[in-house]
């Protein structure tokens, strides 16, 4: 025992030593840069790797053709999305990336740009540990870890497109910003965050209210009317002024309201159905899968995540489908649930010459958790072997074949598979797989050609198959390509 005792007591000395020799500025101008590159480098390859494969969605495909139709100069009506870009969630922060896109391939751009942005948010994280929570490299670099590792950034990370990932670091290096007082950075950072999603105006208001308990009055004060301010004027003048007739501006809340305001009403009415609403099973369960990755530090600092709670309120009482769990919407819990954390590691160890020396048993507690619920919920886990998602499979090279015979500027309907490689082009629409043969048929467009891949529609029955195809010709459609179940046709 005593033997035991000494190994580890020179061992922490070691430790101690070489973190000594690590805590200085030179390193850390340059280690979180590396932490970053080799974080960039994992998810790009991953993205790349899915998009390689052909297996991206509908959310992908409606970027890539709303950055194509701002190239061209024309108004980014998607006819994928059925939407203006820009109406959902008044997301104008997208207008630059559509340029950066327009001399570059479209859709590997947006997902690269989309993994540097989560991988860049390591950078602010480290120097909010370092600077402001006073913490050892040794601490600060296990945080980057677990968020290396946290399956809520990888499945951001692995699902489409969303220019809500770029407000992840902007929220983190606002807190840096604050802690600094450095108001002009902050003010332009949260901006950032805002133009990415509207609604996260509401979280950038809560991040007010926790400047102004913390003696920032005045800061605080405007931060929240600003904040407040621009999300009514995007949600209720410059939303609606984009969005077309028949397009439901609250569709995952419509079940309160059919408006912004209907939609408050329907909640302040019914709050215990609200409540309900939010604190159901499944929303649990997703917000353990939250808390539990990162050891469930952040309540130890619950203020740093107290901001987002009335907008998460609002994400978790959302009807979002099963088959469509909607990652974006975790963007403000990963960003505030990582500062709570790293505040939270300060409060459990003790202040030694000025810097913060955390339990090491913490340490290697919270590195072994975020493994754990890496491998058991990331979609980049490697029980999905990750590895063999760059190779084609004959299902991929039948996409692909399929797809190049289809000219540039001829309208296709297409199931979701597809999609993003034929979004650059005017008219493109959704052949929706997800009911059943008739829904589908009756939401046929008058296109020249239509794409049918059978992976898309696991739940149709192989008579559901036939009858489809046996309509679409009498409808005046011939095959043109046939293999692996994807099939073209074309109108005769």
Request: no cysteine; hydrophobic share 55%.
């Amino acid at each position: 025992m005593a033997v035991a005792q000494d190994y580890r007591r020179r061992f922490e000395a070691s430790l101690l030593r070489w973190q000594g020799r690590l805590d200085m500025p030179e390193v850390d101008r340059v280690l979180p840069w590396i932490y970053s590159a080799i974080l960039f480098v994992v998810l790009a390859s991953l993205s790349l790797a899915r998009y390689r494969s052909i297996d991206t969605g509908v959310d992908l495909a409606g970027w890539v053709q709303g950055a194509w139709l701002l190239g061209e100069g024309v108004p980014p009506e998607s006819t994928i999305t059925g939407n203006h870009i820009f109406a959902p969630q008044a997301a104008f922060g997208f207008w630059p990336i559509a340029q950066i896109a327009r001399i570059l391939p479209t859709a590997p751009t947006l997902l690269v740009i989309q993994s540097a942005a989560l991988a860049v948010a390591v950078v602010p994280l480290y120097r909010l540990a370092r600077r402001s929570a006073k913490l050892r490299v040794g601490a600060a670099t296990v945080l980057v870890l677990a968020y290396s590792l946290y399956p809520a950034v990888h499945s951001l990370n692995l699902a489409d497109f969303h220019p809500e990932a770029l407000a992840v670091p902007a929220f983190i290096a606002a807190f840096v910003a604050l802690r600094a007082e450095r108001w002009w950075r902050f003010a332009l950072l949260v901006s950032v965050a805002v133009l990415m999603r509207a609604d996260l105006a509401l979280a950038v208001a809560g991040l007010g209210v926790l400047l102004a308990s913390e003696g920032h009055r005045r800061a605080g004060i405007w931060t929240t009317v600003l904040a407040l301010g621009w999300f009514s004027f995007a949600v209720l003048i410059v939303e609606p002024a984009l969005i077309p007739d028949g397009v439901d501006q609250v569709e995952y809340l419509s079940h309160y309201g059919d408006t912004p305001l209907g939609v408050a009403g329907g909640i302040l009415t019914n709050p215990l159905e609200f409540l309900g609403d939010v604190f159901s099973r499944a929303n649990f369960e997703h917000m353990v899968g939250l808390f539990a990755p990162l050891l469930f530090l952040p309540l130890v600092a619950p203020r740093y995540f107290l901001p987002i709670v009335p907008l998460q309120m609002l994400y978790l009482a959302a009807s979002v489908p099963e088959e469509a769990p909607a990652p974006e919407l975790n963007v403000p819990a990963i960003s505030f649930l990582l500062v709570a954390a790293t505040f939270a590691l300060a409060r459990t160890g003790q202040i030694r010459v000025e810097l913060v020396n955390v339990d090491n048993r913490v340490l290697v507690a919270l590195a072994v958790t975020a493994v754990v619920f890496f491998l058991r919920d990331a979609p980049s886990t490697a029980y999905e072997e990750p590895w063999h998602w760059a190779s084609r499979s004959s299902e991929d090279q039948a996409r692909r074949a399929a797809i190049d015979l289809v000219p540039d500027d001829i309208g296709v309907q297409a199931t979701s598979s597809a999609l993003t490689m034929l979004a650059e082009r005017d008219l493109v629409y959704e052949l929706d797989t997800s009911a059943n043969v008739i829904q589908a048929e009756r939401g046929l467009r008058a296109t020249e050609f239509v794409l049918f891949d059978q992976s898309d529609a696991e739940s149709w029955s192989t008579v559901w198959v036939d009858n489809f195809d046996r309509n679409l010709q009498r409808d005046g459609y011939i095959q043109v390509y046939r293999a692996e179940g994807v099939v073209l046709y074309q109108r005769r």
